[in-house]
């Protein structure tokens, strides 16, 4: 039976953009009831500068705590270098770097060009195995299907800054859909071909629905042959510094579709439709999405196991 990875990135990508702090009790808990719900990987917090992004001041707690609950994986958001020495000063197990395509939306999103920011990759690295930690360094691409500030991007820039960033040293690539321009055949193509580059590196996806298109791209991806994504539980999320750019793909909803075809998620998404209440009350006013919160599970519905 084929194993699909769901990483939920609601504490991260899903609170980058709530309108009220959760406290850092409310955010361990999250992350404990997510784990017990058999969510395999967390993106707990982001090192962003807090006067940015406040609701990540409390990320020197939030992450040792989640790394000493032990029972997922646990990643956290880096927008620069200065972001990864804090992190590697906590021995954090994996980064997740970011590179825009899109040069417009890399000088909205972090104030820099693409290309500084592949150089600054690097730095990174460097960084890193001169420290001797060994958190392991993951890249996301974002705007590798289109950009709401540029419109199209070319797939062989996308295809260049990945080649790049391998050369570099990244551990795991990641494409994202950041503002839901993406469609099936344009993912099946792109990720063929950065399969084709990565080789031995893992490939995994972030898709946004913001356009109704969010559960056919997975399934794109899926018989591509990726086998991780990410997901947000309720569809929380969505890109700040990028003009519409709303919604991640629900991970109650991916991870419903993947057991239904025969794929192990190893999610009790009954579970996880509680934890969904829970986040719910702790924010409040938000925006959020799911079929299945609204519908419920089918009378027929098993796990794939």
Known sequence: M??????????????????????????????????????????????????????????PEVLPAAMAMGGFGVSALIPNRKGAERGFALKAPKLNYVVSASNAHSLSNVG?????????????????????????????????????????????????????????????????????????????????AVMGLAGDVPLLCHFHDTRGLGLANVLAALDTGVRVFDTSIAGLGGCPFAPGATGNINTE??????????????????????LRGDVERWLGDERYSGAIARAGLPKTFQTAG
């Open 253 to 274: 909803d991916t991870a419903f579709m993947l057991e239904s075809m025969g794929f192990a998620t190893g999610i009790d998404i009954p579970a996880l439709l509680d």
């Open 2 to 59: 084929t194993r699909i990875s769901l990483r939920d990135v609601g504490p991260r990508d899903g609170l980058q953009a709530a309108s009220a702090f959760l406290p850092t009790e409310k955010k361990i808990e999250w992350f404990r009831l997510a784990a017990a719900a058999g969510v395999p990987d967390i993106e707990v917090t982001s090192f962003s500068s807090p006067r940015l992004l406040p609701q990540f001041a409390d990320a």
């Open 112 to 192: 820099r060009s693409t290309a500084d920011a592949v150089g600054e990759f690097g730095e990174i690295v460097r960084l890193r195995d001169h420290l001797g930690v060994t958190t392991e360094l993951s890249v996301g691409i974002a705007t590798s299907f289109g950009c709401s500030i540029a419109g199209r991007v070319p797939e062989s820039d996308v295809l260049r800054i990945a080649e790049e960033l391998l050369s570099l040293g990244a551990q795991e690539i990641s494409l994202a859909d950041t503002v839901g321009y993406a469609n099936p055949r344009q993912v099946a193509r792109l990720v063929k």
